[in-house]
């Protein structure tokens, strides 16, 4: 026999050799017992789950695949699912070496009528973490190819209902060695679609603490796009990470729709922000965001401290409207306040501090130009405040308007719905304020102080007013009030020789001493107002629960001869409603158009409050200085 010949022999006999073996080892493979244990035990051994198949079967040609019907994978004990894991139909094509030496490794697979249901329990545990000391064996993948269609995810978590998407589609594709890989798919919320593409450079590592790739993702839902570009992290704990996020939205309507958030934005959303993690602590930095006319920057850092999520952070914004950012925010423009009502009963926001318990943390925040709701405009708004369960302290803000300034402090408490506050105005313009709020009556200077330090609680505005406990101080310096109503009356109640231009007012001062209790302050002397030529100290009560006023008072002539009505009756009654009082001899006159004023101090968008600066006339008859002059000396009386 010749030499070709042997070689030739020795080569078929090892080829037949190989084929016994390879028919041994397929034969124990396609064993559809054999394939259950095995798929069970590894389950069991890399995330302690368990598994049960209603058919399991092997296929040789053209190529080694693996069917399974009916396929469950558990949730853990505490989960309200039993199952984390459903699928009609599994298709797994195998690695053909592998698979003779006794290896199952999947190249390809394919997924039918998949359902998953995820859930986070109260204590932060979420069902499809995997125990901490095992990891993904994702040897057991050198996937080049994923295909599942018409899949349901629900997502279950302790305080709300079940939210369900459908994932219409979904792709991946890539090398040997999870690296190169990409995917794609759509997901359906409703009516509202979720597109996403992306590429990760190496996916070897998944499951594994700490583990990151660099890639990139591409979401778009309607005319939103959002784009993230970095290292991305492939742990399910997100441990580490340093990757931009890039927002651009010409209109969120479809994001919206998407997340169920029952509002409409009108104007275009772009934000960017960087976002990194390691070694248990996250920042994220260069923040930029744009909504309309608002333009906010910052920076910030967060970590677990004492078992809690712990956050310190800067945001700093150039100018915002209140009343028009809400709304591009596509919040509803609050309703018209009821006909005589001062406060609002809508609910306040109380479950979003609700929703803080939990977390510590700390935000400076700088608002180069704030407009308030009122109108009122504060320039370089600065606050300083703390978050500690559902409770905000507000421990220092500042801000200028209306030529003065304001500062204080406030505490905010969620599930009690308390509100403790401490305010000050300085030299604030009275006729500034009455311009900003588009009040009707003209008026000019005004510089007023506030001090208050009240307490209350209550789900809205009207509650915390009818609630309102503590002194409320209000002094207003010289202003001219511009109403020839106001300007007549005055003259017709205090003289008929009187030379006072009856086309104004001139307001000398104004004082309020307001002790509230359960919103009611009542007392001797509480309110009183001098003009050029009169003067007026009342005595009664100002209740904002009922938002009435009660007072009672006498006007007095403060020099010339007198013929008006002042000198058969100075006794003077303004009562009714705050935000319109009744005087009992003309309601356009002076006395009526001081009350308007008090009350719109009182209840102006800012809070309660206070004022009076005085032009140093005697304190025994000057009603402004009576005001204050009768706490005085009670509190002497009472050391």
């Not at 979904?170 to 679609?193: C, E, H, P, T």
């Amino acid at each position: 026999m010749r030499k070709w010949q042997k070689i030739l022999l020795s080569v078929l006999a090892v080829v037949v050799l190989l084929l016994v073996l390879g028919g041994f080892a397929l034969q124990r493979l396609t064993d559809s017992a054999h394939l259950t244990e095995l798929a069970r035990s590894s389950l069991k051994q890399s995330w302690n789950r368990d598994l049960t198949i209603g058919g399991l079967s092997l296929d040789l040609l053209p190529y080694p695949r693996l069917r399974a019907r009916d396929v469950r994978i558990s949730n853990p004990d505490w989960a309200k699912d039993k199952y984390l894991l459903q699928a009609d139909e599994v298709r797994a094509r195998l690695s053909l070496l592998p698979l003779l030496r006794g290896n199952v490794v999947v190249e390809g697979l394919l997924v039918k009528g998949l359902q998953l249901n995820l859930e986070v329990a109260a204590d932060g545990r979420r069902s499809w973490e995997m125990p901490k000391t095992r990891t993904l064996r994702t040897s057991q993948f050198d996937l080049l190819a994923l295909r599942a269609d018409g899949s349901t995810i629900n997502y279950r978590t302790p305080d709300t209902e079940i939210k369900r998407w459908r994932l219409e589609r979904l792709r991946a594709s890539g090398d040997s060695g999870l690296r190169n890989m990409a995917v794609s798919g759509r997901v359906v919320r409703g009516q509202y679609g979720l597109q996403f593409d992306g590429k990760l450079d190496d996916l070897s590592a998944l499951g594994t603490p700490h583990a990151v790739s660099k890639g990139s993702l591409t979401l778009k839902s309607g005319e939103t796009q959002a784009s993230v570009t970095g290292q991305l992290p492939l742990d399910s704990g997100l441990q580490d990470y340093d990757f931009a996020l890039v927002v651009d939205a010409a209109s969120m309507k479809e994001l919206y729709g998407f997340l169920q958030v029952d509002r409409a934005s009108p104007v275009p959303l772009k934000a960017s922000v960087l976002l990194q993690a390691k070694d248990g602590l996250s920042a994220f930095t260069d923040l930029k965001l744009q909504l309309g006319k608002l333009n906010l920057s910052g920076a910030g850092k967060w970590a677990r401290k004492n078992e809690r999520p712990n956050f310190d952070a800067r945001l700093q914004a150039d100018y915002i409207d209140m009343e028009q950012t809400f709304l591009d925010l596509g919040q509803a423009p609050l309703p018209e306040k009821k006909e005589g009502e001062l406060f609002r009963d809508k609910p306040l926001a109380w479950p979003l501090l609700r929703e803080m318990d939990g977390v510590d943390g700390k935000l400076d925040a700088t608002i180069v130009q704030l407009k308030l709701r009122s109108g009122v405009e504060v320039a370089n708004a600065q606050g300083t405040m703390t978050f500690t369960g559902d409770k905000l302290n507000v421990q220092h803000f500042s801000g200028s308007l209306l030529g003065g300034s304001a500062t204080g402090d406030i505490v905010l408490e969620g599930k009690k719905q308390a509100v403790q506050l401490n305010l000050q105005l300085n030299d604030v313009s009275l006729g500034g304020w009455f311009k900003a709020t588009g009040k009707k009556v003209a008026i000019n200077g005004g510089a007023m102080k506030v001090d208050a330090k009240v307490h209350t609680s209550g789900a809205s505005m009207k509650d915390l007013a009818a609630g309102l406990n503590g002194p409320v101080d209000i002094r207003i310096g010289s202003a001219q009030i511009l109403s020839p109503g106001a300007g007549k009356a005055e003259f017709w109640l205090t003289g008929l020789f009187s030379t006072k231009d009856a086309t104004r007012i001139d307001l000398a001062c104004a004082s309020g001493r307001l002790p509230f209790q359960s919103g009611v302050a009542k007392g001797a002397g509480i309110v009183g107002a001098r003009s050029d030529v009169s003067q007026l100290l009342t005595s009664g009560e100002v209740n904002l629960r009922q938002q009435t006023v009660d007072l009672r008072g006498s006007v007095k002539v403060r020099s010339g001869f007198s013929l008006g009505l002042s000198n058969f009756s100075d006794g003077v009654k303004i009562a009714g409603p705050i935000g319109k009082p009744q005087l009992n001899i003309d309601e356009s006159g002076t006395l009526g158009t001081i009350a308007r004023i008090g009350a719109a101090i009182l209840t102006s968008g800012v809070s309660i409050v206070a004022t009076s600066i005085w032009d140093g006339a005697n304190p025994k008859s000057d009603p402004c200085q009576v005001v204050f002059a009768s706490r005085a000396v009670r509190k002497k009386n009472s050391n």
